[in-house]
């Protein structure tokens, strides 16, 4: 007995997910690693001696976070607008009628 194929639908959103799960997963790991290597072992005191800043943010949480995750959000946009599409459902084979209205 041959398996029944998936519908295109589901095919097509399990690849939006696993590309959207991978990329967040990718952008996790750099931000934990990056804050990690450069904003866990800084001290802390009232001062800002020593401390650099990008744009009003410190460095570590700009280039840690702030890019990262504006990228991620930058690729999300594009993606959304440019390259995921509609598709057909299908009939709808509800029987409340033709007309798509609900008859309450």
């Known amino acids: 007995m041959p398996e029944p194929q998936d519908d295109p639908i589901v ?13 967040w997963l990718g952008t996790l790991i750099y931000t934990v ?17 020593g401390m650099t800043f990008v744009w009003g943010w410190p460095d570590w949480v700009f280039w840690g976070i702030v890019l990262p995750w ?8 594009v993606f959304a607008t440019f390259i995921m599409s509609d598709a057909p459902l299908g009939h709808d084979s509800s029987g409340d009628g033709d007309d798509g209205e609900s008859s309450v």
């Open 33 to 49: 690693g990056y804050c990690f290597a450069h904003g866990y072992d800084r001290p802390l005191d009232a001062s800002l001696e």
């Open 11 to 23: 095919t097509s959103s399990r690849r939006e997910a696993i590309y959207f799960a991978v990329l």
């Open 70 to 77: 504006g990228i991620c959000t930058v690729i999300s946009v």
